[in-house]
């Protein structure tokens, strides 16, 4: 692990927001957010309820508009492109709360997550890919997505978020509501995401969960950057272990 990190530390900056600033109206939900993700790592963004983790991720897409900063992929500034130009470039979100289509079936939300790509011919190559990855959304591939657990429909909306081909995967609350075992499936395919060489950038609450699955953390309180580093530095800081579990601060 520790090998890992110091290669990953080292690698090509793959996403970075620079002083990024986004209002509702006049107020701000972030606040000169800076942060960034290398190739191959898996950064976590922690914070309590209403921190700006979505926000953080809806600005990295397109979809809220960051009213000052920079936002840059591949180093390349991506503020004036749309949503879809940047899911082109090999970014793509896997939103809170899912946001799958209910009366679809598992293969048509799959195929709606590649509804952009030019090479449709691939998509059903990815699809049973996608397959290999979650049997379970295979053997439920004519099933309508409102009829599965909450855990299946988690599995469906990283499916379909994969289906893009993306380089880096966005994850939003992935482990929301969803029970112990369910979240160690989410962590062991995450992990297994990154050792195929995806880049993850994942938002979560369950921070136990976060910061052992990431190689990197930062911290998101009241729309600013309050911690940054390892995650494994960051689970011994007596704010993250106050905050996040349960610890006293200085204490055990
Ligand atoms: P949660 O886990 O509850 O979604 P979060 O960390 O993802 O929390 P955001 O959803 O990004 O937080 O919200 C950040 C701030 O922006 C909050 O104060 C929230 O009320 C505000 N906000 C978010 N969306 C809107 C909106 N559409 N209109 C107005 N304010 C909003």
Known sequence: MKLRLSTLISGAVMLELEHVTVQ???????????LLVRQGEIVALIGANAA?????????????????????????NIAQLSTVDRVRRGLTLSPEGRQIFPKFTVYENLLMGGYHRAD???????????????????ERRHQRALSMSGGEQQMLAIGRALMSRPRC?????PTLGLAPIVVEEIRRIVRGLAADGMTVLMAEQNAAMALDVADRAYVLESGQISLEGTAAALKETPEVRKVYFGARAGGN
Do not use: H, Y
Request: hydrophobic content about 35%.
């Open 52 to 76: 700006g983790k979505t926000t953080t991720l809806r600005s990295i897409m397109g979809l809220k508009e960051a009213s000052a900063g920079t936002i840059r992929f591949d180093g390349e």
């Open 120 to 138: 449709r011919n691939k998509l059903d190559n990815d699809i049973s890919r996608v397959f290999e990855l979650f049997p379970r959304l295979g």
């Open 24 to 34: 509702f109206g006049k107020r701000p939900a972030l606040r000169q957010v800076s």
């Open 169 to 173: 995967l966005l994850l939003d609350e």
